[in-house]
């Protein structure tokens, strides 16, 4: 019998790659944080000898979702400017709070709101871009979940920057200190093209290239935007992007509404990537990204809650519902957005946009054991007909029991192994009671 750390059986497993097929009484094995094995429970429990086995009895286990955009520590903000446009949002609500409020503690508990949350819900790789990246690093590293931190670029100064001078000095920095770090990965976040000057954008794409770093930009959000790109530039920003050199497989694009036929060939040509945020499209409404067209043209496609702020929520299972319901209602075909498909784009979709999938993003022997298992004993996910349906149309979110990372347990049963949430729930209640 061969030596190993963890071993973790369940009913279903969801390997992912390969993609659309279910495995019935499956375990895997983990050494080091690795996957060494995956085969039926009765193969891997006879060949391998764990110090820890976990026997889950009525669960789905499948890889830890990927939340590929977002701002964590948003979550302070949850609530406060609903029911505006993506333009009013920002400058009448969002930024004067930020400006008021904004500071490294700010960051540091919105950002453990956040990943308490991330993680209850089976997210276990999250993409950041907010002030303070330094903090949201140490955050996540300190609690054990992946991140990607895109550290900010944008004109205007705020607390962590005088402005993009400032920022690029110290996002370099800080690319620097992650360059070799287990679970957390820096890269750059160009705000938007609306928000960095053309010779800034070429900077950081030059930088970027130097670097083989990722970068991830907020594009073609909504009309207004796409609209203002014409009228100051006689082109699209992605056109823009392109002439400024940062259209590549290392660029995240998110959003990507209102895209012409000649911008999206622009897209697949580049292998530039897309994160799409459906709620937070629906909720500012900006418009629709069309996960079903960047799918069949091979776009590498992952899937983001966005800032709390505009969602309210970080449940990634939430997201995959809407982004399925969105994708068959906009084309009026019940057969786009299959939950399979879905699936993938929150989970491996997430790692390829990322550049993680070596990796993570599926269970395959070789990979970290990025995990998790989503209980299907409660009444409202019952019967059991189709697990890739119960995942992705259920509420399979409130039924996460158990988290890990690297190997790592951060939730087991249910309970957080490495976040105190009686504690972080009483600081954000006196925060808020101290400034609202
Ligand atoms: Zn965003």
């Known amino acids: 019998m061969k030596e190993c750390d963890l071993i973790i059986s369940a009913p279903w497993l969801l390997p992912i790659a390969p993609q659309n097929i279910a ?22 429990l006879k060949n391998f000898k764990a110090q820890d086995v976990v026997e889950l009895s009525h669960h789905i286990l ?26 009013s949002w920002l400058t009448d609500t969002i930024w004067p709070i930020e400006g008021r409020l904004m500071s490294r503690e700010f960051v540091a508990l919105g950002t453990e709101l956040a990943i308490a949350e991330m993680l209850k819900s089976g997210t276990t790789t999250f993409s950041d871009m907010y002030f303070f990246p330094d903090t949201v690093a140490q955050t996540a590293s300190a609690i054990g979940i992946r991140a990607q931190v895109a550290f900010p670029v944008i004109e205007i100064p705020s607390v962590w920057s005088d402005g993009v001078t400032d920022g690029l000095h110290k996002g370099l920095a800080l690319f620097d200190e992650y360059r070799h770090h287990q679970l957390v990965s820096i890269a750059f976040g160009p705000h938007a093209a609306y928000t960095v000057k053309p010779e800034n954008l070429q900077q950081v794409a030059m930088y970027a290239n130097e670097l083989d770093a990722q970068v991830q930009i907020h594009l073609h959000e909504n009309a207004a935007e796409v ?17 400024v050199g940062l259209l590549s497989d290392n660029l995240q694009a998110v ?78 075909d019940p057969s786009r957005g299959a939950a399979a498909h879905m699936l993938h784009t929150a989970t491996l979709g997430g790692a390829q946009v990322l550049s993680i999938a070596d990796h993570t993003g599926s269970v395959e022997v070789g990979k970290q054991a990025d995990v998790i298992a989503v209980s299907t004993a409660a009444l409202d996910m019952l019967p059991l007909h189709d697990p890739f349906a119960a995942l992705v149309h259920g509420d399979a979110g409130r039924h996460v029991t158990d988290v890990f990372v690297k190997g790592i347990p951060l939730l087991r049963n249910g309970k957080f192994n490495t976040i105190d949430t009686v504690t972080l729930a009483a600081r954000v209640e006196s925060w808020h009671s101290a400034h609202f």
Not at 23 to 44: F, K
Not at 270 to 282: D, I, L, R, W
């Open 255 to 332: 959003h990507m509404t209102h895209v012409t036929e000649a911008d999206q060939q622009l897209i697949v040509d580049t292998h530039t990537k897309v994160v799409h945020c459906p709620t937070s499209n629906m909720k500012l409404a900006s418009g629709y990204c069309d996960v079903s067209a960047w799918l069949d043209r091979e776009v590498a496609v992952g899937l983001g809650t966005d800032g709390a702020a505009s969602n309210n929520s970080l449940d990634l299972f939430r997201e995959l519902r809407l982004a399925a319901l969105m994708a068959k209602h906009q084309q009026q």
């Open 227 to 243: 609209a203002d790109g014409h009228q100051q530039n006689g082109k699209t920003w992605i056109q823009l992007l392109h002439d």
């Open 23 to 44: 495995l019935r009484d499956h375990a895997i094995a983990i050494s080091h944080g690795e996957i060494i094995a995956v085969d039926t429970a009765e193969s891997v």
């Open 62 to 87: 499948l890889p830890g979702l990927i939340n590929a955009h977002g701002h964590a520590a948003m979550t302070l903000l949850r609530g406060a400017g609903e029911d505006q446009s993506l333009q």
